[in-house]
């Protein structure tokens, strides 16, 4: 499968249906074709972490999702999910609505909605700080610096890990006020010493991301590697169903996981192939 992905053998051109791999590797597996047939294939996957395209904003440079339509094509690609997913796996979406004619669109608004009346929990709502978030949009607007990552689950107590992001601490608990003496982690005994959770938020440079990567809208390696922390422990498999270049598939594969990638364009699957077998060269 790695020769046909890197071009060494015409088979790959066979391949595009999405039963045969693309490209594969001890921890990586890249299938070229539409997720929402490739998905209900897949076994023992532990958490989706993705950033599927974002209605149409970006239509003319890779194809986009009408409006109209992007709720029921959430509940689609995430219904074809299902049979993948193992007990308390979690799905986390990478996503924010623009502003059109003055006004914020509302189709993730719908689209939560949606998926939720589809026997989804939505768990939360984690937040993508963007420090350099590039000055687009109405100039008579606050420049946006954020972005949603919604989460779902099938479980209301999703498998998670808050100690996976979080950092060492001699301070853990609460001090101050009067709640001080009765609440501290849900006990009294004082502040302590050990690992924080994280907070619900992640701070990653729009810039931490590779600068000669062929793709309109690159995400950072280390926000996919926040997400998959968050719902995965060293080991597990994750998948992408709207794998572009493959950042999520780096990421996975130094940060301890095995991840599966779908996209539909052949061209980012090259891509992504690519990627991967630079990434195998240098482990």
Request: glycine fraction near 12%; avoid cysteine; hydrophobic fraction near 50%.
């Given at each position: 499968?790695?020769?046909c992905a890197l071009g060494l053998d015409p088979c790959r051109r066979s391949g595009g249906d999405g039963v045969i791999p693309y490209y594969s590797d001890d921890a990586v597996t890249i299938y070229h074709g539409d997720c929402r047939e490739v998905l209900p294939n897949l076994r023992g996957v532990s958490g989706v972490v993705t950033s599927?395209?974002?209605a149409e904003q970006r239509a003319a440079l890779y194809?986009?999702?009408p409006e109209g339509e992007y709720d029921q094509f959430s509940v689609a690609w995430?219904?074809?999910a299902l049979p993948s997913l193992l007990p308390g796996a979690s799905v986390l979406i990478n996503i924010r609505e623009h502003v059109k004619n003055g006004e914020m669109s509302d189709y993730v608004h719908r689209t939560r909605m949606?998926?939720?009346s589809a026997g989804w929990i939505e768990c939360d709502e984690l937040i993508w700080v963007k420090p350099d978030g590039p000055p687009l949009g109405n100039p008579n607007r606050l420049r946006r610096s954020w972005e949603r990552i919604l989460w779902f689950s099938r479980d209301r107590q999703p498998t998670s890990y808050p100690?996976?992001?979080g950092r060492e601490s001699g301070r853990l608990g609460f001090q101050g006020g009067r709640a001080s003496e009765a609440w501290v982690n849900g006990m009294s005994d004082g502040l302590k010493s050990g690992r924080s959770r994280s907070a619900d938020y992640c701070v990653v440079s729009v810039g931490d991301r590779p600068s000669s990567i062929e793709h309109p809208a690159v995400y950072p390696e280390k926000l996919a590697a926040w997400m998959f922390?968050?719902?995965t422990a060293d080991g597990e498999t994750i998948v992408d169903p709207f794998m572009g270049s493959g950042s999520t598939l780096v990421a996975a594969k130094y940060g301890g996981r095995k991840a599966i990638g779908i996209e539909l364009s052949e061209r980012y699957c090259?891509?992504?192939?690519r990627r991967m077998a630079q990434e195998v060269l240098s482990l």
């Open positions: 499968a790695q020769g599927p395209p974002y194809g986009g999702i995430m219904s074809a949606a998926i939720r100690l996976a992001n922390r968050t719902i090259e891509i992504a192939a």
